[in-house]
């Protein structure tokens, strides 16, 4: 389903929807790394940011690799300071308030922000796997595949937003 364009509308309203769109998939980038971080990092503690070339066997290696997670949760809490910055904007500039456009682009942009930090950290550099042992390229490939059902799932709902949106005159 392709995303309609929005080009009856008004320059102002246009861009007042990009921006709500914007916000979520930011938003939605902050939610997975913080669900990544905490989940996976801490309370599963299947990895950590740099487990495949500081296996967290010693105590020096442990330490390092937990800097490393606390970098990776400085780093969404950044997104996530900038996604409420322009939901915010969006909201005070007259953007329609729409669960359903905030979703789609929040799953847009965590499934994005998965499946980027799944090809680069898992596959390309190799500094961690989702859940290292003997099926780690099956829990790597699972995780892209989640990955691409949320972008496509948040594109869906940002499309159906978007096509009723349309269609209020």
């Given at each position: ?86 939901l915010?904007?969006?909201i ?11 979703i ?26 989702v ?39």
């Open positions: 389903m392709a995303l309609k364009p929005i080009d009856s509308k008004p320059v102002a309203e246009r861009s007042n929807i990009k921006l709500l769109v914007a916000a979520g998939v930011v938003l939605g980038i902050a939610f997975a790394g913080f669900f990544d971080g905490i989940v996976i990092h801490q309370v599963l503690q299947w990895h950590h940011m740099v487990t495949s070339i500081r296996p967290a066997t010693t105590l020096a290696n442990l330490e390092a690799n937990t800097f490393w997670d606390g970098v990776f949760h400085i780093g969404t809490f950044v997104f996530a300071i900038t996604g409420l910055a322009l915010w904007r969006a005070r500039q007259g953007a329609p308030t729409s669960t359903q456009a905030l789609g682009a929040m799953l847009i942009g965590a499934g994005s922000f998965n499946l980027i930090e799944g090809l680069i950290d898992h596959h390309l550099l190799a500094i961690h796997h859940k290292p042992g003997v099926h780690q390229l099956a829990w790597d490939l699972g995780f892209l595949v989640v990955s691409v059902a949320l972008v496509t799932s948040g594109w869906i709902v940002l499309a159906n937003f978007l096509a009723n949106y349309q269609q209020k005159e």
